[in-house]
């Protein structure tokens, strides 16, 4: 379940949010444009996800990443069935779509700093006009195969730094508060939306045009999205101030070793982690397990879409219905439950039962709205782009992992003993995560209140 990016029993229910003083408001520097709805961090009330969109300044960040996100998408499927229509190759055409994964490592480490040396803005407007650039090559005739996997990579590596720098300053936008995990939500809500629209959309462009002309389609919404953010969103200052005084190369990996030398947040980082590296085990095996069971194509969709459905259901119900501190005390337990339902696969059942446990392991995902208001509290402000860079590529690249070791151990076993497996031992993983991360908040509690 990538998301933009994006994918249990443990702790008592009275557990605390990680911080219980209310959040600091931004710098005035750093404030949100005039007139901007509800003020930035303050309780949305019962509006919710309304309360969001009353942020007149969002309104742009959320319609650019609607249209990034299905340029991703349709140049990912356009592209795979460019590079098999020109060599004939399985080979070359999975090896395309695997590239969308493995360099987000390299650019979520290398490049972080980018993040936080330079305003955000102009790191957004900058990585949409790359991405644009570069699916504009693609499009031209004479771009060789080689080519077209170098800059599909180059797509990949810029995607960690736009992403990690959009959700660093939506704390800009919204504050520290509610209103920045709901505005975190609702992009992943169209994060997991696109996994079920944008390949629709992708196919249908497919029939109508060529896939070069699919492609060229997707040069307009990174331009859209572009456009969107220069002209809809504040240019704010940098977050530090080392623009140009030292090695990028050695500020990014110098903020990686800052995020992760934290036990609080390294901890947290893993809980974003080690979920998603499980979960993906159903869907990289989806065909092979709609073969074993004598499904058809249609059942493939279904196992294809159930994840994304009970995520975007339980996302919404968690983000409506919950308040800040109900969704603070499920984190733990969801995230060690929410991978459990893969372990039916171990009884091999059929197309109904296999879809319910999808949806429900789907479902546990919606532990995530109540984490990403602990890692921003406790990430401080001047690492927040380079440690939400670092978030989003560890996040889609354990997930690369988790599907080709799946992949791998289905050479040896059968397809349902190694789904189950996955959910049994990222369910005992995920624990003793939870334990770790629970002694940390409460250490981190008594520093702050100290």
């Given at each position: 379940m990538p998301s933009d990016d994006t994918i249990p029993a443990g702790t008592p229910r009275d557990i605390p949010p990680a911080v219980e003083a209310p959040s600091p408001a931004p710098p005035p520097e750093r404030a949100s444009s005039a007139d901007p709805g509800p003020a930035p961090g303050a309780d949305p009330g019962p509006g919710g996800y309304r309360a969001v969109f009353a942020v007149r300044e969002f309104r742009p960040v959320f319609a650019a990443h609607l249209l990034s996100l299905l340029g991703v998408v349709v140049s990912e499927l356009a592209l795979t069935v460019l590079v098999y229509d020109l060599t004939g190759s399985p080979l070359l055409s999975a090896l395309t779509f695997a590239l969308g994964f493995l360099p987000y490592v390299v650019g979520g480490t290398l490049f972080a700093g980018v993040a936080d040396r330079y305003p955000a803005r102009r790191v957004l407007v900058t990585c949409d006009l790359i991405c644009a650039g570069c699916v504009a090559v693609m499009v031209l005739p004479g771009t060789p195969v080689w080519g077209l996997l170098a800059l599909r990579c180059v797509v990949a590596a810029v995607a960690p730094v736009f992403t990690g720098t959009r959700t660093a300053a939506l704390t800009d936008i919204l504050g520290e508060g509610d209103l920045y995990v709901l505005g975190r939500s609702l992009l992943r809500l169209v994060s997991q939306s696109a996994l079920l629209v944008g390949f629709g959309a992708g196919g249908v462009l497919l029939a109508a045009l060529s896939p070069r002309g699919a492609i060229t389609v997707t040069v307009l919404t990174f331009l859209c999205s572009a456009a969107l953010l220069r002209l809809g969103t504040r240019d704010r200052p940098a977050r530090t101030t080392g623009e140009g005084s030292g090695p990028l190369l050695a500020e990014s990996l110098a903020g990686a070793r800052a995020v992760l030398g934290d036990r609080r947040v390294r901890g947290l980082l893993l809980l974003f982690w080690v979920p998603a590296f499980f979960v993906v085990a159903p869907e990289a095996l989806a065909a092979p397990y709609a073969d074993a069971i004598g499904a058809g194509p249609a059942?493939?969709?279904?196992?294809?879409?159930?994840?994304?459905?009970?995520?975007?259901?339980?996302?919404?119900?968690?983000?409506?219905?919950?308040?800040?501190?109900?969704?603070?005390?499920?984190?733990?337990?969801?995230?060690?439950?929410?991978?459990?339902?893969?372990?039916?696969?171990?009884?091999?059942?059929?197309?109904?039962?296999?879809?319910?446990?999808?949806?429900?392991?789907?479902?546990?995902?919606?532990?995530?709205?109540?984490?990403?208001?602990?890692?921003?509290?406790?990430?401080?402000?001047?690492?927040?782009?380079?440690?939400?860079?670092?978030?989003?590529?560890?996040?889609?690249?354990?997930?690369?992992?988790?599907?080709?070791?799946?992949?791998?151990?289905?050479?040896?076993?059968?397809?349902?003993?190694?789904?189950?497996?996955?959910?049994?031992?990222?369910?005992?993983?995920?624990?003793?995560?939870?334990?770790?991360?629970?002694?940390?908040?409460?250490?981190?509690?008594?520093?702050?209140?100290?």
């Open positions: 059942a493939l969709g279904l196992l294809m879409g159930a994840m994304a459905v009970g995520h975007i259901g339980a996302e919404l119900y968690v983000g409506t219905a919950l308040g800040p501190r109900a969704r603070s005390r499920i984190v733990l337990p969801v995230a060690v439950l929410g991978l459990l339902p893969l372990v039916l696969y171990a009884f091999r059942p059929g197309l109904a039962l296999s879809v319910g446990a999808l949806v429900l392991a789907g479902a546990g995902a919606a532990y995530v709205i109540g984490l990403d208001q602990w890692f921003v509290e406790a990430v401080p402000e001047p690492l927040r782009g380079r440690a939400m860079t670092l978030l989003t590529a560890g996040l889609m690249t354990v997930q690369g992992l988790g599907m080709a070791l799946a992949g791998l151990a289905a050479e040896f076993f059968p397809v349902h003993q190694v789904v189950a497996v996955s959910g049994a031992a990222g369910g005992a993983c995920t624990l003793l995560l939870a334990l770790e991360v629970r002694r940390t908040h409460v250490r981190y509690r008594s520093a702050r209140q100290g």
